[in-house]
């Protein structure tokens, strides 16, 4: 048998990649590939005989840059003028100026990133909904990071990760579940993300500690993840139990930990226990004479209209933020 050479790319020289094989390395379908091809002149650079196209190392990383500029938000069109390097389809090797150029009529958008109504918000935004859609780990993770580290976890939390998975979220309810895999996906990289960017673990401080878990019967613990991060990041002590805590153990936990606070998240009304909340409200200890009691925190969406007086319920993380590094701080 033969031995072919290859490239460094890993194309075998002289044979190129089929247009199915080009869409599985970027991870595209292959209509995109085409469409990248009709519309904006970004075909093979040379032509072959017969009806299917090869494509060489050279195209690859043409097209490995196009998908990177999408991945930041870029749309399409000028993703492919900046891939072009602005030369204009009259540049494009082997291929007619007519049939090169973009088509005005049409506002093209790659199928990666279609369907999603981000509305006016941050550019990064359709970054990160775009690398979900497509299933880009890679690009996905790096997004993230980036997005923490210019605006800050609270900031990025609000104005460009919140956003993008609801706008997911809406997307796969109203299109039959569809797009489930990809709020899976998105939020499980969005959970990795917050804690590569915090620290692992914090000192603790006698009474500054902050506990986290969901009530019994809820499991959406994203909310509380970035809470948990963002509290460590300010150097804040936090004991995070995760989704569907029992109430033994929720009353274990309290007891063992003797925190400031307990932040308690429901998502759901049905799952929302005022009676919970006031019970871990009440618990005292510490010695005779200098007992203490944690502040409660109901937080999520499932409290509304279910509060009562010395339960607080922030808005927001930012607001949750601020009112547990207050609590921390009148602490003794």
């Known amino acids: ?17 089929t247009t199915g094989e080009v869409a599985r390395r970027l991870g595209v379908a292959p209509t995109t590939v085409r469409t990248w091809d009709r519309r904006y002149g970004l075909g093979p650079a040379a032509h072959t005989g017969g009806r299917h196209r090869r494509w060489t190392a050279g195209d690859m990383a043409r097209l490995e840059r196009m998908c990177a500029l999408t991945a930041t938000g870029i749309a399409p069109a000028e993703a492919a003028r900046m891939v072009r390097g602005d030369a204009g389809p009259e540049a494009v090797p082997g291929r007619p100026a007519a049939d090169a150029a973009p088509r005005p009529a049409v506002r093209a958008r790659s199928r990666a990133g279609s369907g999603l109504r981000l509305g006016d918000v941050r550019q990064e935004c359709k970054g990160i909904a775009r690398a979900a859609l497509r299933l880009d780990a890679a690009a996905l993770d790096e997004l ?15 104005e460009v990760i919140m956003p993008t998975l609801q706008a997911v ?27 590569r960017s915090t620290p692992s673990a914090v000192a603790d401080r006698p009474g500054a500690t902050t506990v986290l878990a ?8 994203l909310p509380l993840e970035v809470l948990a991060a963002a509290l460590a990041e300010r150097g804040l002590p936090v004991r995070m139990f995760g989704g569907a805590l029992p109430v033994e153990s929720l009353v274990t936990a309290v007891r063992r930990t003797g925190p400031a606070a307990v932040g308690l998240w429901a998502q759901s009304r049905t799952t929302a226990s005022r009676p919970l909340a006031h019970h871990v409200a009440a618990m005292e200890w510490g010695v005779r004479g200098a007992r203490r009691k944690p502040v409660v925190l109901t937080i999520g969406p499932g409290w509304a209209g279910r509060t009562s007086a010395g339960l607080p319920r922030p808005a927001g993380l930012a607001e949750a933020v601020t009112l547990l590094e207050s609590v921390v701080s009148h602490k003794p």
Do not use: Q
Not at 169 to 184: I, N
Not at 214 to 221: F, I, L, R
């Open 169 to 195: 979220g809406r997307k796969w309810e109203s299109s039959g579940e569809k797009y489930v895999e990809v709020e899976h996906f998105l939020s499980w990289h969005v959970s990795g993300a917050l804690r």
């Open 144 to 158: 993230l990071e980036a997005a923490i580290v210019e605006h800050g976890l609270v900031t990025a939390w609000a």
């Open 1 to 17: 048998m033969a031995v072919h050479e290859r490239d460094d790319e890993g194309v075998p020289a002289g044979a190129g990649l």
């Open 214 to 221: 969901c009530v019994p019967g809820e499991n959406h613990t």
